[in-house]
């Protein structure tokens, strides 16, 4: 049987370690972090309990080892050795580490205990237990969450890299109502095209997307996830609060790269069986500086978040009732007015992208509002990119100026277009010229 502790601690993220032992020691480090089977530790300073399964029973058990600030089971003291339940918390000592305990049941399903643990803790990674995930990996950590799932990083047991695990949150796999109903047919569809159009992405040559190498569950059950590659690297978005003004040099390739991704995304076609019809264009629809993360192995960007991406020619609507279906400063405004999908909006949403990591964080059509915005869009009001920065190239602020223009007939039409006009500005940075040549 697997068991699973999941941890929380001061400023760091929930972590659910996957184990398939006997018995498991839990110690105390000097800096109040939990160490399992301390022995072999030698920054473990304090030795608080074990764990153990008795085979008899197939029961586990939780005893105190006369530590000096006590354990506690749901915040009470134990002495000497108590049953432990399921999705019991433990706390190592006064403010020690928590840990919430969870495993197998002889009788609850697998799944059904997930969803519990889901509901009642956001501590534990709920597929911990799921299928044949306990035998493949032993260790979780949650990286992200949004309104529709969350994102945790595992680690085989087998070893090599670490993969990235996206689940849709069980509430939205199964309504009830016909509200819920209609919300979650169309969570759940979105979610299974998201994953559909990475994978055919990348088996197109997109390699600037994150590979989906697995994608499943059930909805009957109350799960779905999909399994990629883990990116390891930093998002955008953190990068101009860290580095505030972004070096020209440094963005012109990551333009260049997400240019490259959103080409190939626009322009494939494929014939969906299922549908009986072509698709043409896949839309991301959400490009912004925190979707997409420059990967710290070969610098290379990597557009993250298809969750909202749209079919240009063939696919179904899929927009959630009542929602908009991306940050409106990264939408060109034509699109947000008409809720087409276009790759109009793609362009718009890297144009935006490079003024804010130019700037230091600040929009090129300012207001206080989608309202305002859109009028100082429409009125031509770009505050130019020059009132940031004096040591632009002229060639760089020309193409950005251009590429943020109200009138959508005057900016670069097509990924392809981009590409062109980057790399003439990565040949002028490289000559110093400063102006793009042909």
């Known amino acids: 049987m697997y068991m699973c502790i999941s941890v929380s601690g001061r400023n760091r993220q929930p972590t659910t370690y996957v184990f398939d032992k006997p018995e498991i020691r839990l110690g105390r480090s000097s800096k109040n972090d939990v160490r399992f089977d301390p022995e072999s530790d030698g920054a473990v300073s304090r030795h608080h309990?074990?764990?153990?399964?008795?085979?008899?029973?197939?029961?586990?058990?939780?005893?105190?080892?006369?530590?000096?600030?006590?354990?506690?089971?749901?915040?009470?003291?134990?002495?000497?050795?108590?049953?432990?339940?399921?999705?019991?918390?433990?706390?190592?000592?006064?403010?020690?580490?928590?840990?919430?305990?969870?495993?197998?049941?002889?009788?609850?399903?697998?799944?059904?205990?997930?969803?519990?643990?889901?509901?009642?803790?956001?501590?534990?990674?709920?597929?911990?237990?799921?299928?044949?995930?306990?035998?493949?990996?032993?260790?979780?950590?949650?990286?992200?969450?949004?309104?529709?799932?969350q994102v945790w990083k595992a680690e085989p047991r087998e070893g090599g890299g670490w993969f990235a695990v996206k689940f849709l949150r069980p509430e939205l796999v199964s309504g009830e109502s016909a509200t819920a109903f209609l919300r979650?047919?169309?969570?759940?569809?979105?979610?299974?095209?998201?994953?559909?159009?990475?994978?055919?992405l990348w088996e197109s040559g997109a390699h600037g997307i994150v590979r989906v190498h697995e994608a499943g569950g059930d909805q009957n059950e109350g799960f779905l996830y999909m399994i990629m590659d883990y990116v390891e690297g930093e998002p955008l978005d953190r990068l101009v609060s860290r580095r505030r003004q972004v070096p020209e040099a440094e963005l012109l390739p990551v333009l260049r790269g997400v240019a490259d991704s959103l080409r190939r995304a626009h322009s494939i076609v494929w014939w969906d069986a299922e549908r009986g019809r072509e698709m043409r264009g896949i839309v991301h629809r959400d490009v912004k500086p925190g979707n997409i993360i420059v990967r710290a192995s070969d610098q290379q960007p990597i557009l993250l978040d298809f969750g909202i991406a749209g079919i240009q020619e063939g696919g179904d609507r899929l927009t959630l009732p009542q929602s908009r279906v991306s940050s409106y400063k990264f939408t060109a405004p034509e699109v947000l007015l008409s809720n087409v999908i276009s790759p109009a909006t793609d362009l718009w949403g890297l144009a935006v992208t490079a003024y804010v990591l130019l700037s230091g964080g600040f929009f090129p059509y300012s207001g206080m509002g989608m309202g305002p915005t859109l009028r100082n869009i429409r009125e031509g009001n770009l505050t130019p990119i020059t009132e940031y920065r004096t040591d632009l190239s002229p060639g760089l602020v020309s193409f950005l100026h251009r590429a943020l223009d109200s009138d959508p007939a005057r900016r670069l039409p097509s990924a392809s277009d981009w590409i062109d006009s980057l790399d003439a500005l990565c040949r002028a940075h490289v000559t110093g010229s400063g102006n793009p040549s042909g």
């Open 49 to 149: 309990a074990v764990i153990r399964r008795d085979p008899a029973d197939g029961a586990y058990y939780l005893r105190d080892l006369d530590s000096t600030q006590g354990t506690y089971v749901n915040d009470v003291a134990i002495t000497g050795e108590v049953t432990l339940h399921s999705r019991d918390s433990v706390v190592l000592g006064i403010n020690g580490p928590r840990l919430r305990i969870s495993y197998e049941a002889n009788d609850a399903s697998t799944i059904e205990s997930s969803v519990l643990v889901h509901q009642r803790s956001a501590l534990q990674f709920p597929l911990a237990l799921y299928r044949d995930f306990p035998k493949r990996f032993g260790l979780f950590v949650k990286v992200g969450e949004g309104g529709y799932g």
């Open 184 to 200: 979650t047919s169309k969570a759940v569809a979105r979610f299974e095209r998201e994953g559909e159009v990475m994978k055919r």
